[in-house]
């Protein structure tokens, strides 16, 4: 096969779609179960609010969050779990419908999408099963704590920082493929 050949078929196709986009979901399927173990055994495992010292700055700690992200709303009657629970349903549907569309060269978009998804589904279990969202991971440092987080919040987090690394450098990679060809 001729270089130049071999070098266009590696690259992926500017404007094509992808092929096969909802296989990532298989990554956020790996968040949920993660999530849902990790959460299983920090609640079969720990005492309450009781901290078990991992090291200097991280604690396990359980704890149960019925607000959203830094407890927000969690001091209101309820009605707060169904709104996050309809938030979150949204946004994994509305996220879906991003996945199944992107380009063949947006992969990074793609996991970025996977893991938001997974950490989204894995918090939408607790908060309609238990009323709740399972938090466990506490960093702290000179007296001052964080607040307590889980595996789908990590990959939240993470997807969020996906997201934004391709606003910011995606549009710049694609003008630089595209002069290319």
Known sequence: M???????????PMGRAMHRPLRWLWLALAVVVLDLATKYAASHLLG???????????????????????????SHPGWQRWL??????????????????????????????ALIIGGALGNLFDRVVH????DFLSFHAAGWYYPAFN??????????IGLI???????????IQQARH
């Open 2 to 12: 001729p270089e130049a050949h071999r070098n266009y078929a590696q690259a992926a």
């Open 48 to 74: 309450y609010a009781e901290p078990v010292k991992v090291l200097p700055f991280f604690n396990l700690t359980l704890v149960h969050n019925t607000g959203a992200a830094f407890s927000f709303l969690a």
């Open 84 to 113: 996050f629970a309809a938030i979150a349903v949204a946004a994994c549907i509305g996220l879906g419908v991003w996945l199944a569309r992107l380009k063949a060269d947006e992969k990074r978009l793609a996991c970025a999408l």
């Open 131 to 134: 009323g709740y969202v399972v």
């Open 151 to 160: 595996v789908a919040d990590i990959a939240i987090t993470l997807g969020a």
């Open 165 to 175: 690394w391709e606003s910011i450098l995606g549009d710049r990679r694609r003008r």
